[in-house]
């Protein structure tokens, strides 16, 4: 069965848009746990733009099924993997000033310090996973980095016209057989929503998705009313 991992970064964006104490992202995870995803994710920037350090020493104690860890394969964020040892780190591109997360790794140009950041993980006991665009050039790449997984970028698909998202579908079909075929677990995520997530959890070498910000967006609009209500009634 495909397992959902629920990113809850934006959970802490929120909070941190009036440097306040909620909303809570360790109450989020546990509610996401509560309701059956099967792992939460996070990402800690070099920025600090939404989660802070001291949420990843909470979520890590707090969380029941599987803390994933995106960050950068820098020496700041090795030392910070290695001491919190989440049960996985996805090793992600990061570009000063970017709204998200913009493309995935690029192995190629970067084989030396992706592969001495898997060996630092794997060093603590932390398996690795790679946020890989669906390129057969990269995905080649990601097992002899020494990389446990990957996960397919599918932004492209979910940002592609209609007339181009059949073409899209297809490039991350045929990169998830090519990469369960050199070994690799593969995982799926980036721009999926509740309209254009079918196509990609029909397919079969994936085995989990992560999705943060149509989630966290559709809770905000259906959690309104109920707030509302509940203030309406304190205030009269
Ligand atoms: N996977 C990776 C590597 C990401 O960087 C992100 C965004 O933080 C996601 C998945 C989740 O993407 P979205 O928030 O669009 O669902």
Redesign the pocket.
């Known amino acids: 069965m495909m397992r959902l991992a629920v990113?809850i970064?934006h959970v802490a964006t929120v909070r941190q848009a009036r440097r306040a104490r909620e909303p809570e992202p360790v109450t989020a995870a546990a509610l996401a746990e509560l309701a059956g995803a099967d792992g939460i994710?996070v990402?800690l920037r070099g920025d600090r733009r939404h989660m802070q350090d001291r949420d990843l020493r909470m979520l890590r104690d707090v969380v029941s099924t599987r803390l994933n860890v995106?960050m950068a394969a820098t020496d700041e964020m090795m030392t910070i993997a290695s001491s919190l040892k989440p049960d996985q780190v996805?090793l992600?591109p990061e570009e000063p000033g970017e709204v998200?997360?913009t493309g995935g790794l690029d192995v190629s140009a970067n084989q030396t310090a992706i592969s001495a950041a898997v060996r630092r993980l794997q060093d603590a006991g932390i398996p690795a996973s790679l946020?890989i665009d669906a390129d057969p050039d990269q995905i080649s790449l990601a097992g002899p980095t020494g990389a446990t997984a990957i996960?397919i970028n599918t932004g492209p698909y979910a940002d592609a016209p209609a007339s181009r998202r059949a073409g899209e579908i297809v490039k991350i079909q045929q990169a998830a057989r090519q990469a369960r075929t050199d070994g690799l677990e593969v995982l799926g995520?980036?721009?999926?929503t509740y309209v254009n997530v079918g196509l990609v959890a029909a397919i079969p070498e994936i085995v989990e998705l992560?999705?943060?910000?149509?989630i966290i967006s559709r809770a905000v609009l259906v959690g309104l009313e109920r707030a509302v209500r509940e203030m309406i009634m304190l205030v009269r």
């Open positions: 990113n970064d994710t990402h995106e996805t992600v998200t997360t946020f996960e995520g980036h721009g999926l992560n999705i943060g910000h149509s």
